[in-house]
């Protein structure tokens, strides 16, 4: 069963880690279904019924994106808000069209890990900041597996620096089984 791979980046023209990592799953057809939700929908209008098809034949989803004001760039809450509706994410009892599927997150980041701590800057980890996308899986009945996450980028912006997030996420997405 291939893995679903959601991107939402709204700038992969001048990405570093997202691209890579989008050139590396690119090698692996076979394992991992790309769609890129920009480059869908230019004009941001979102075809709903397409989504959740398309969500409905995968068992294992990654949302992959940047981490943008301590949360994802637009148009993932967009797509939250329109494709997760009453009647097919939820509210009846053949709705729950994502019940059961693995789900989580990879995530980029500018800042390094160790600012996001209480002592420090950014004061909450990422596992706090990410509990807006945990409970919207629970409440879909989604089994929802945390995230990887890739820091530093700030400092780091090098193709070196993201060429050593590769092993980490490949060995993530085996880790949903
Ligand atoms: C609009 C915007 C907001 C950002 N907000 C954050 C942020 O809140 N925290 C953080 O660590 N990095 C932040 N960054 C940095 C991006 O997360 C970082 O550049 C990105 O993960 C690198 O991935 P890429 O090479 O695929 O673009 C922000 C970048 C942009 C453009």
């Known amino acids: 069963m291939k893995t679903l791979i959601i991107v939402i980046h709204p700038d992969l023209t001048h990405s570093v880690i997202n691209k890579r ?8 057809p076979e394992k991992y279904t790309i ?5 869908a929908y230019p ?6 019924r397409a989504e959740q098809q398309r969500i409905e034949q995968y068992d294992k989803i990654i949302f992959q994106f940047p981490l ?8 993932l809450k967009k797509w939250f808000d329109e494709v997760l509706i009453r009647g097919w994410a939820y509210g009846s009892k053949s709705g729950y069209k994502m019940a059961g599927k693995r789900i989580a997150l990879v995530l980029s980041a500018g800042i390094a890990e160790d ?25 879909v ?3 929802y597996r945390s995230f990887y996450a890739y820091y530093g980028m700030e400092h780091n912006a ?3 620096w993201a060429e050593q997030s590769i092993p980490g996420y490949l060995s993530f ?4 089984g």
């Open 21 to 28: 990592w989008i050139e590396e799953l690119e090698k692996q």
């Open 35 to 39: 769609h890129k939700l920009y480059d």
């Open 43 to 48: 004009d941001e209008k979102i075809d709903v």
């Open 68 to 75: 943008y004001w301590f949360s994802s760039p637009p148009l």
């Open 115 to 139: 600012e996001f701590m209480p002592t420090k800057k950014y004061k909450y980890t990422l596992e706090e900041l990410t509990r807006p996308f945990e409970l919207t899986f629970d409440y």
């Open 141 to 143: 009945k989604a089994d």
């Open 158 to 160: 090098t193709k070196e």
């Open 173 to 176: 997405i085996e880790t949903l």
